[in-house]
Each structure stands twice: as structure tokens, then as C-alpha cells.
């Protein structure tokens, strides 16, 4: 999220549970085609959860900073990018697939970390870990998920990589990334923009109340008022490493054999900062909108991100993404692939693992259908010539 993805462990006395109102068997699709309105497209699945969520989880999962300003504009600003289509190309097979780090995706459409996939459907992750395999792309789990590393680990095979935040006790996080190693994670994605946490208003009139992070069981454990707003916000604000800096990417390197992508670049400075430090890929992102409020959306600053990196390392794309026009725009402003977060959550809480791989094939359709329309029978035939961006617009007036 775009997303809901952040650091925590509480015990509290009771949290909102997901009691999906709908139950299907997870290997069955074709209802998607028979029942009355069902969804046609990402955007559907929003209400569906609503309708299937208390309050409370639903608002944890769409809400963003203050204003909401970014969170809005993330969807917004792909709307103001056009198309440069070419035509009479032989589009007679289209060729959506990728890799990343080495790994080979089916589409450049990777699954972000979002928290406590439990507050969307009662087998949290380990259902959206199943859709990951079968949709053959990249789940990265959340350092707050819902369920644990090992349970994760056994559920699938899908390819996972582990989302990482540093408390300032480290040796939690030490623990955290052994326990990756151990269960075939192939790498770390350390989110690098929540020195503090945002304010997230949503969360706050609710007076949010979290579940137990698991893996953080025995690790770290805090007393959080349940009456004092969000508990979220609470636990951080105890919890977090404020000092987190540049130097700390050689300390992580030194406990891991793992490449480390860093999530959370929105500037130039920062894309060559980590090129500098050797991190392994950059995450443009804005974390779902859900920290620094009228920051830039991610789909705005791709571009200077791309050029700055230079190609050195794989720029990967989070916010914003609800169609596969907006996949398409962002691998030709230089990502090589986007990540998805509340869409994800949407159909989980919809319809559990089924609905997370309806929600992925509805992209990759999409996005097949603009490949062939925009004349690009694969991913490298897209280019920065196949959009229309604002900028463009500015200097053609000049």
C-alpha cells in the first residue's frame, strides 16, 4: 500500500476479527463468470470488502496520512498519463513475463507487503501465499503479518522475499532475518521511510486494536492503552529505531547473505545514496500514502528515480496500481515491475485466495490487452515513447 504495511507486536485484550461474509472453495473460479454482479475489474473488489470487513479493519486497510491528499493523488496521477500507441506491429502473441533478482515472474505484477492479512480473512497470509504461487509471481511478506515465517514458509512455493523494519533493540531484527534465511526467503526489503509513524486519523477515531504480531512473540512485548487511539501509533512510537541511517545498510549486509532492496525512495538524492551503499534494488514508494502526507505521488517521481539509478540496479514501483494501464505506464517510465498492496487485501477479504488470484489475473489481463493495443508483443518493446506524461505536456507548450 499503498499500503498497510508497519511494524508491531501487542497483546492486546480483543481485536475485530475477518468473518468474510462469503465462502468459496479456494480452487474455484468459474463463480467469478456465472454470478451476478460480480466484479469486472480491481476497483469492484474495494466494495466487496467493505461490505465483508468491520469497520475497523476496513479503515486500517484503506485509510492513509492526515488529508489523505497522497493517497488520493497515487490513483489520480495515473489517470493524467496518456498513451503513444503504435500500430501494425505483430501482436499475435504477447509475452507479459519478467525477472527480478533472477527470478522469472509470469508478469512484472509482484504482491507488496501489507500487515495482518488476518484482519482480512481468517487464513491471513498463508491464503495470499498460495495465490502468489499460483498467480507464479513474488509475495513479499510483511514484517507484520499476521502468521508466522515458518507457517508461510510451508504454506506454498511461492518465491518470497521478507519485509524488515530495525527496532532499536537490533537483535530482534537479527532474529528475524535468520529465521528468512532458514525458510527460503531470497531476500530482504527494508522499508526505510517510518522513523516515525504517520498519522493515520482513520486508525485514531477508531481507536485501532491490534492483533499479536507471532513473529514477534518472545521478542518484544509492550503495554499499550487501548483506550489512547490507535494502538498502532502507540506501539511504534515506543518501539522504533529513530536513528536508522545510511551506515546501518553495511551492518545489515554484515548479518545476511541476502540482497537488500530498500523501500521507500521518492527522490534522485536517495536512488544514488543507495546505489552508493550497494543495496540490491530500489522500491519507489510512499508506503500506501500512509506516512508523510502530501509527498509526491510514486507514479510522479519514478522517472527521476530510474534515471538517477542509471540501471544499475532493478527499480521497482509500489502505489497507486489499479489497472493495467497503470502497470503499463510505470514499466514504460523504467520500472521492471509494480507492486500491488490493497487490491491484494480487497480480494482476500472478498474472497480469500481465490479472490487474490482474481485480482492479480484482472491486471495481468489488462495489462496483455494494452501490450496488444499499444503494439508491444513484450515487456522490453515498452518504452518511455509509448506515454504522455504532464512533463511532456509542460514542455511541448514552452
Keep these: 500500500m499503498e499500503r ?17 461474509r462469503f465462502s468459496y472453495p479456494s480452487s474455484d473460479l468459474a463463480f467469478f463468470d456465472v454470478m451476478a454482479g460480480e466484479p469486472v475489474n480491481v476497483n469492484e473488489f474495494e466494495e466487496l470488502a467493505r461490505e465483508a470487513l468491520p469497520k475497523m479493519n476496513y479503515d486500517y486497510f484503506r485509510g492513509g496520512a492526515e488529508d489523505q491528499y497522497t493517497l488520493k493523488e497515487n490513483v489520480a496521477a495515473f489517470q493524467r498519463i496518456l498513451f503513444r500507441p503504435r500500430v501494425l506491429v505483430d501482436v499475435s502473441s504477447i509475452d507479459m513475463s519478467t525477472s527480478i533478482l533472477g527470478y522469472k515472474l509470469s508478469a512484472p505484477i509482484m504482491i507488496a507487503p501489507t ?62 532475518v535468520q529465521r528468512a534465511e532458514r525458510n ?40 499499550i492503552d487501548p483506550t489512547a487511539g490507535s494502538g498502532l501509533e502507540a506501539l511504534a512510537s515506543q518501539v522504533m529505531d529513530t536513528s536508522l541511517n545510511w551506515k546501518d545498510i553495511e551492518w545489515l549486509k554484515s548479518i545476511t547473505s541476502l540482497p537488500i532492496l530498500i523501500k521507500g525512495v521518492l527522490t534522485a538524492e536517495d536512488a544514488r545514496k543507495a546505489v552508493e551503499v550497494g543495496v540490491a534494488g530500489v522500491i519507489v514508494s510512499n508506503h500506501g500514502a500512509r506516512q508523510l502526507d502530501y509527498s ?29 494501464t497503470d502497470v503499463f505506464k ?33 491486471l495481468k489481463d489488462e495489462l ?20 504522455f506524461t504532464e512533463s511532456d505536456r509542460l514542455r511541448s507548450s514552452l
Design 330 to 362: 510505470a514499466l514504460a517510465l523504467g520500472a521492471q515491475a509494480v507492486m500491488v498492496g490493497r487490491p491484494v487485501v480487497y480480494g482476500l477479504a472478498a474472497r480469500g485466495e481465490a479472490g487474490v488470484v482474481r485480482v492479480m489475473q484482472m
Design 115 to 176: 500487515g495482518m492479512h488476518e484482519l482480512a480473512h481468517p487464513e491471513g497470509e498463508m491464503a495470499t501465499a498460495r495465490a502468489a504461487a499460483r498467480s507464479n509471481t513474488i509475495m513479499v511478506l510483511s514484517f507484520s503479518s499476521s502468521k508466522t515465517i515458518e507457517e508461510v514458509a510451508s504454506s506454498s512455493q511461492a518465491v518470497r522475499f521478507y519485509q524488515l523494519y530495525v527496532y532499536r533493540q537490533r537483535d530482534i531484527a537479527v532474529t528475524l
Design 4 to 20: 498497510p504495511c508497519e511494524p508491531g507486536s501487542v497483546r492486546p485484550t480483543q481485536f475485530q476479527p475477518a468473518t468474510s
Design 296 to 324: 509526491p505521488a510514486t507514479i510522479n517521481v519514478l522517472e527521476e528515480v530510474v534515471q538517477a539509478v542509471e540501471g544499475k540496479v532493478p527499480v521497482i514501483f509500489d502505489g497507486g496500481i489499479r489497472r493495467g
Design 368 to 387: 496483455e490487452l494494452t501490450m496488444a493495443l499499444s503494439g508491444c508483443p513484450t515487456v522490453k518493446d515498452i518504452t518511455r515513447r509509448h506515454v
Design 184 to 223: 527460503g526467503f531470497k531476500a530482504l526489503v527494508l522499508t526505510v521511510d517510518t522513523a516515525r509513524l504517520g498519522r493515520r486519523e482513520l486508525d485514531i477515531r477508531n481507536r485501532l486494536v491490534i492483533p499479536s504480531i507471532r513473529n514477534l512473540e518472545g521478542l518484544l512485548s509492550v503495554e
